[in-house]
């Protein structure tokens, strides 16, 4: 597939400094009525990025998701130098847009920098047993079959190929212990080799599928019967990762109640190393009300 993909995941990147610690990023056309969580949460990474010295590279992120964010309005990040010790870094960043004359918060991150320890202790979750990329659906072949419930799955998706190992629309519902959905995901195109640019498109991805978790023990899902909003979102990454190779994503959900489920999410590279952790709460209503 062509590169301009890879380079329109670049360009939603590549924030304008406007003072210091102050960047402004944009949200490129989309027929969504809010900004894509992963978008906001991948800016918010790669402001941080900016203001952390050479050497150092993420390892946990933490952010809440406060308010929709408006496709239409720029998003200024501004970051907060929380701590600079020895081998740690760590950046708060708070994104904003003006609404109706008013300056209001929309997304909160913390990321933690590090510029690496001596290993101590090294172990790792075993990447389970499933049919690798090749040959599995893709995101056009899926969605053509369900045009009237695509819409948004496309306009997300753009930059990202995607291999699904069942229909992500109408899944059968899942019974414990065997709960967990997968899915092989890249960029498409080449990205740089800058691993600061390949956690923050990581963190990009890691919002696309997750949520639907939450529904995997009654089916259902995009674009069915429910509909859900973020609420919080972490990852945690393990080993450097290039998201412009095809990973594994895997998603699980071991509690709902109140209206909210708690969704947690493994990738592991294409060779099996087990790359990052990802945790996510989110609210789940019904469209019947």
Do not use: N
């Amino acid at each position: 597939m062509p590169d301009s993909h890879a380079a329109a995941l670049l360009e939603v990147l590549d924030l304008e400094e406007r003072g210091p610690d102050l960047f402004v990023g944009w949200t490129p056309e989309t027929p969504l009525q809010r900004i894509f969580g992963g978008q906001v949460a991948a800016q918010a990474l790669t402001a941080a990025t900016r203001t952390v010295p050479a050497g150092r590279g993420v390892h946990s992120l933490h952010s809440y998701f406060l308010r929709p964010g408006d496709p239409h309005e720029e998003i200024r990040f501004e970051v907060d130098r929380i701590r600079e010790g020895r081998t740690f870094s760590t950046r708060r960043v708070l994104a904003r847009q003006t609404r109706k004359g008013e300056d209001v918060a929309i997304f909160a991150l913390t990321a933690d920098f590090t510029g690496g320890e001596r290993p101590v202790v090294q172990h790792s979750l075993a990447m389970p047993d499933v049919p690798g990329p090749a040959g599995l659906p893709g995101i056009d072949e899926i969605t053509a079959a369900h045009p009237g419930r695509s819409t948004g799955a496309r306009a997300i998706a753009v930059a990202v190929e995607q291999r699904y190992l069942e229909d992500p629309f109408d899944p059968a519902p899942k019974v414990a212990p065997h709960t967990q959905s997968r899915g092989w995901f890249r960029v498409t195109g080449r990205l740089p080799d800058d691993e600061g640019v390949h956690a923050a498109a990581l963190t990009f991805v890691s919002d696309l599928t997750l949520l639907s978790a939450g529904l995997a023990r009654v089916g259902g899902g995009w674009g069915g019967e429910h509909v859900g909003a973020s609420l919080d979102h972490a990852v945690w990454f393990h080993r450097p990762v290039r998201a412009d190779r095809w990973f594994l994503y895997e998603t699980d959900s071991p509690s709902a109640s109140a209206g909210r489920a708690m969704c947690l999410g493994q990738i592991w590279a294409e060779d099996g190393t087990h790359v990052a952790t990802v945790a996510q709460e989110g609210l789940i209503r019904s469209l019947e009300g």
